[in-house]
């Protein structure tokens, strides 16, 4: 399976962006870049996806360079509440039973300061 | 909205022990995981179902078993219990609308396992 590096730790202040960055230089050609985040004491919840364009949603927007060998997960605006673990995950297809793994790194761990 | 529903939250097993972690999700996801996660690391996949009556292993699939009689539940079951199996456990589910198609999934909030 295709693995992503992410740093282990990032700091910023609240009210500024954020930049997260992802490397996963050998990603095929069928994987999605996947983000998820996990609260403290709570399970993971789903970020934001994409394959090769750029995406926006509610919650963030994703960065996925030409080559698709990196990508950044952009909060616009930090708040206190987006403190947590921010996984990078490629979307591992199963083509015979169809299923869709997630297979997790061990992430970035965000810490925001007032 | 019930989501996906884990029980029990917390529990200590003895070396030797079984039990059986429930999940169980109200979205009719035809997928669902189970996931481990160990102080400081990523979730690692212990086993996954694509539907009732078919499973199939991750990762991390020994000292563990699953079963899938019904759409809404996934129960993991420990046999044996050992130290190393002293974890969070996460229920997660999907709903695949097309093969190819990306979809999110919905984790639960966890079974905290201590394993003495």
């Known amino acids: 399976d295709a693995k992503t590096t992410q740093p282990n730790s990032m700091e910023s202040n609240e009210e500024e962006p954020v930049h997260l960055p992802c490397n996963h230089s050998?990603?095929?050609?069928?994987?999605?870049i996947h983000w998820y985040r996990q609260l403290p004491s709570q399970g993971p919840e789903y970020v934001i996806h994409?394959?090769?364009s750029n995406v926006n949603n509610r919650m963030a927007s994703l960065a996925i360079a030409e080559d698709r060998k990196s990508s950044t997960l952009i909060l616009h605006r930090a708040t206190l509440r987006d403190a947590a673990v921010y996984y990078c995950?490629?979307?591992?297809?199963?083509?015979?039973?169809?299923?869709?793994?997630?297979?997790f790194g061990q992430g970035t761990r965000l810490t925001i300061n007032p | 909205n019930a989501g996906v529903t884990q029980t029990p939250k917390f529990r200590i097993l003895k070396i030797g022990q079984s039990m059986t972690l429930q999940c169980t999700q109200d979205?009719?996801?035809?997928?669902m995981y189970w996931y481990r996660q160990d102080p400081g690391m990523g979730l690692k996949l212990i086993y996954y179902?694509?539907?009732?009556?078919?499973?199939d292993k991750g990762e991390v699939p020994n000292g563990y078993n699953v079963s899938r009689s019904t759409t809404e539940d996934f129960p993991l079951r420990l046999e044996l219990a050992a130290p190393s199996q002293t974890s969070v456990y996460f229920c997660?589910?999907?709903?695949?609308?097309?093969?190819?198609?990306?979809?999110?999934?919905?984790f639960g909030q966890g079974t905290r396992l201590t394993v003495v």
């Open positions: 995950i490629l979307r591992v297809l199963q083509i015979i039973q169809g299923a869709q793994k997630l297979v």
């Open positions: 050998t990603i095929s050609g069928t994987d999605y």
């Open positions: 179902s694509v539907g009732a009556g078919i499973t």
């Open positions: 979205m009719n996801h035809n997928y």
């Open positions: 994409g394959l090769t």
């Open positions: 997660a589910s999907s709903y695949p609308r097309y093969r190819d198609r990306v979809t999110e999934a919905f």
